[in-house]
């Protein structure tokens, strides 16, 4: 009897640490931006078990979309090029929102 053939298929995005997430409220809350947190999220042929969005306070304008690939942490800004950093904190240090 052979059984079948399957191959797994991995999520584009990973769920996050915990001390990532925490981390990343904490920045969210001290820039006054609102974080949200989507599971189970598929985008086109994507899946992601979590994928966070970085909000400008209670408007709708996502400024960052952020999930974790199997290389690192994966921000994509609205307007912009996707960027990838090793860890959370190096991310939110390149992720300072400018003084108006």
């Known amino acids: 009897m052979q059984l079948p053939n399957?191959?797994?298929t991995l999520p584009t995005g990973l769920s996050?640490?915990?001390?990532d997430l925490v981390m990343l409220r904490g920045w969210a809350d001290f820039h006054d931006l609102r974080?949200?947190?989507e599971l189970d999220v598929c985008v086109d042929a994507d899946e992601y078990e979590e994928l966070l969005g970085l909000?400008?306070?209670s408007c709708?304008?996502?400024r960052w979309m952020l999930w974790r690939s199997h290389e690192g942490i994966v921000v994509q800004p609205t307007l912009g090029r996707t960027?990838?950093?090793d860890t959370m904190a190096?991310?939110?240090e390149f992720l300072?929102?400018?003084q108006d």
């Open 96 to 98: 300072i929102p400018e």
């Open 90 to 92: 190096d991310a939110l």
């Open 16 to 19: 996050f640490e915990i001390p």
């Open 35 to 37: 974080l949200a947190i």
């Open 60 to 62: 709708a304008f996502r």
């Open 83 to 85: 960027m990838l950093f």
């Open 55 to 57: 909000y400008d306070g």
């Open 6 to 8: 399957h191959s797994i």
